[in-house]
C-alpha cells in the first residue's frame, strides 16, 4: 500500500512526486508514454525561480536547456515589431519539454518514487478503490493507496477523474511546427496578433525555431487548420512572414477550471489550465505541485480533513485561474485592429463575464473596512502541511485571505479601523511593531490589492 499514487508524469506530477517522496512518503508516479501533442519547447518566467528553488528543479532545468533569450519582440496594438532587451536575471529559463519532463521523472526516482510507464488506466477513479489498468509491457496493474492525485493535464477526460468544468475561456486550438531553417531572429522570441489569432516565434536551443498559432477552435473547424494556419501566416509581419511549411501538430489550448467530483485531487492543468498567453504554464503546473503536496501530506495524517482540504485546494486552482483569465482576455483587448475577427471578437466578448470594477480613489479618498468582510474557518501551509485557522473573505466564492505579500490581512484591515487614505495607513503602519519588517511600497501594494479584492471600500 502506497501513501499516494500521482497518475501523470509531466511537471506537476513529477514535481509533486519527488516532492512527498523527500517528505519520506511512499509514492507511485504512474507515466503513459503516449502524452505529450504540445510545444517542443516553452519558457518559464523570471517569476518561477522562487518555486524552483524551493523543490530544488534547478538542476532539472539545467539538463533540458537554460537562460532564456535576451530578447523578447511584440506586434501586437500597433501593428508594429517593438522589442525588449532582456538582462539576465529577466530572461527566465527555456527548456525542452520532453527532456525537462523526463529529468523531473528521474528526480523523482532519485527520491524513491516507483515510476511505471502504463498504457492504460481503467477509470473513474474515485480516490476509494485500487487503480487497475494496464503497463506498457502489457502486466496488469494494480495500485493501493492511501491518496489519488490526477496530474494528466488539461485534457483529463470525466471517463479518467469525475468532475464538472467549472469555467472556461473561448475555445482555443494550438497549431504548430518546427522551422529547422529559421535565419532570422534567432536571439529573441516574438508574438504577432494577426487575424487569427496570435502566433508564437521560439527560437530553439539548438537551433531552427518554433512557431505556433493559437487561434480560435470555432473558425478552425470552420475554415480548415491548413487554412486558418497558410492565411495566418500570410498575414503575418514579423518572424513568421514568408514562412511556408506545413503545421505538425494541433492540440486543444482552451483555458479551463475543472472541480473534482470524488475524493482524487485534481492538481496542475488538470485543475486548471492557463490560457497559453499567460506563457506561465509550467510555472503554474510546479506551483500546483506545491500546494498539492501540502494537502497531500495532511489527508494522510488526517483524513477527516478530506472535504475541507478539496475545497482548499479548489479554492486555490480558482483564484490562479480567474486572475489570469482577467488578465489575458483584458490582453487581448487591446487589439482593436482586428475587432471582426471571430478569435478575437470571442474574447472581447468574454472580458465581460471576468472583469473587476477597480474602485477609482481620488488622491485623498478615505477608506474603511467592507461590512461584507467576515471571519472564517480556513486551511494555512505551515510544516509541510495545512492546520486549522481563521481568514477574511467577502463571499463563499472568494478566496479567503489571512496573508498577503507578507503581512496579516487583520493588521492591514485594522489600519483603516478610523477611515483614512492611503498615505496615512502607511504612516500608521510605520509605527506599528507588525510593519517593521514591511516597505512603504509593500504596504502600499498590499492595500491597493484589498481595494482591488472589495476588503476595502471607499468611506461614506
Not at 343 to 357: C, M
Request: glycine share 10%.
Amino acid at each position: 500500500m502506497a501513501d499516494c499514487v500521482v497518475l501523470g508524469g509531466g511537471p506537476a506530477g513529477a514535481a509533486l512526486s519527488g516532492l512527498l517522496a523527500r517528505w519520506g512518503r511512499q509514492v507511485v508516479l504512474l507515466h503513459a508514454t503516449e502524452q505529450g501533442g504540445g510545444l517542443a519547447e516553452e519558457t518559464l518566467v523570471p517569476g518561477a525561480s522562487g518555486v524552483i528553488g524551493r523543490l530544488g528543479l534547478g538542476e532539472s532545468i539545467e539538463e533540458a536547456g537554460g537562460v532564456g533569450l535576451a530578447r523578447q519582440g511584440g506586434i501586437w496594438e500597433s501593428g508594429e515589431l517593438i522589442w525588449r532587451d532582456l538582462k539576465e536575471e529577466g530572461r527566465g529559463r527555456q527548456v525542452k519539454r520532453g527532456a525537462f519532463d523526463a529529468a523531473l521523472r528521474e528526480r523523482a526516482e532519485e527520491e524513491g518514487v516507483s515510476v511505471i510507464e502504463v498504457s492504460r488506466i481503467d477509470g473513474p477513479l474515485t480516490g476509494d478503490e485500487p487503480i487497475r489498468g494496464e503497463t506498457t509491457e502489457g502486466a496488469p496493474l494494480l495500485v493501493e493507496a492511501e491518496v489519488v492525485v490526477c496530474a494528466t493535464g488539461r485534457m483529463t477526460p470525466n471517463s479518467l477523474v469525475e468532475h464538472e468544468v467549472e469555467a472556461e475561456l473561448p475555445a482555443t486550438l494550438c497549431i504548430s511546427a518546427n522551422i529547422p531553417d529559421a535565419d532570422g531572429h534567432q536571439d529573441g522570441s516574438v508574438i504577432e496578433a494577426v487575424r487569427e489569432g496570435w502566433l508564437w516565434w521560439l527560437p530553439c536551443i539548438g537551433g531552427g525555431a518554433n512557431l505556433a498559432l493559437f487561434a480560435d477552435s470555432e473558425e478552425v473547424r470552420e475554415r480548415g487548420r491548413e487554412e486558418v494556419w497558410r492565411s495566418a501566416l500570410a498575414g503575418a509581419c514579423g518572424p513568421a512572414s514568408g514562412i511556408l511549411v506545413q503545421p505538425d501538430t494541433g492540440t486543444i489550448a482552451t483555458g479551463v477550471l475543472r472541480r473534482s467530483l470524488s475524493k482524487a485531487l485534481l492538481v496542475g492543468d488538470a485543475a486548471a489550465a492557463l490560457d497559453p498567453l499567460s506563457s506561465q504554464g509550467i510555472e503554474k503546473a510546479i506551483t500546483s505541485a506545491e500546494d498539492a503536496a501540502y494537502a497531500v501530506n495532511t489527508l494522510l495524517e488526517e483524513p477527516a480533513l478530506t472535504e475541507a482540504l478539496q475545497e482548499r485546494r479548489h479554492a486555490w486552482e480558482r483564484e490562479v485561474f480567474r486572475a489570469h483569465a482577467r488578465t489575458t482576455l483584458e490582453t487581448y483587448a487591446l487589439v482593436e485592429r482586428f475587432s471582426d475577427a471571430p478569435f478575437w471578437s470571442h474574447r472581447s466578448a468574454a472580458l465581460s463575464d471576468w472583469s473587476l470594477e477597480r474602485l477609482a480613489l481620488a488622491p485623498n479618498s478615505k477608506l474603511t473596512r467592507s461590512d461584507r468582510v467576515r471571519q472564517v474557518q480556513t486551511l494555512i501551509r505551515k510544516d509541510r502541511r495545512f492546520v486549522e485557522s481563521t481568514g477574511l473573505q467577502i463571499s463563499a466564492d472568494t478566496q479567503t485571505l489571512s496573508q498577503l505579500h507578507g503581512m496579516e490581512v487583520e493588521a492591514l484591515l485594522e489600519l483603516f479601523d478610523t477611515p483614512c487614505s492611503v498615505s496615512t495607513s502607511i504612516e500608521r503602519a510605520g509605527s506599528d511593531a507588525r510593519f517593521y519588517a514591511n516597505s512603504r511600497a509593500g504596504i502600499s501594494l498590499a492595500v491597493d490589492e484589498l481595494v482591488t479584492r472589495g476588503f476595502l471600500v471607499e468611506a461614506p
